[in-house]
């Protein structure tokens, strides 16, 4: 995320709850990813596992994207 992005969610985040959600979240599935990637080796449930933290990750950044593009488009315009 830009630097403008992450400043955008801090004002967002008291008045939408589902912003701050996806954010623990996004961060949550980032921190869990880097666990896995600094393993050598991953069992056949982790790589399944690390496969499901990526889907997630990405639909949960999805839905950030969803939420900031009008805001960005009403600074833009402003």
């Known amino acids: 995320m830009t630097p403008s992005d992450l400043h955008l969610i801090e004002a ?3 008045d939408n709850p589902e912003l701050e ?3 623990a979240d996004h961060t949550r599935y980032e921190s869990a990813l880097e666990a ?3 393993r ?3 069992s056949p449930e982790e ?3 690390v496969r499901r933290l990526k ?3 990405l639909a ?3 839905r950030i994207e969803t939420i900031l593009e ?3 488009a009403a600074r833009r315009a402003g």
């Open 12 to 14: 967002l985040t008291p």
């Open 21 to 23: 959600t996806l954010l």
């Open 36 to 38: 896995f990637a600094s």
């Open 40 to 42: 050598s080796w991953l």
């Open 47 to 49: 790589e399944a596992q």
């Open 55 to 57: 889907r997630e990750k």
């Open 60 to 62: 949960g950044r999805d």
């Open 70 to 72: 009008p805001h960005r």
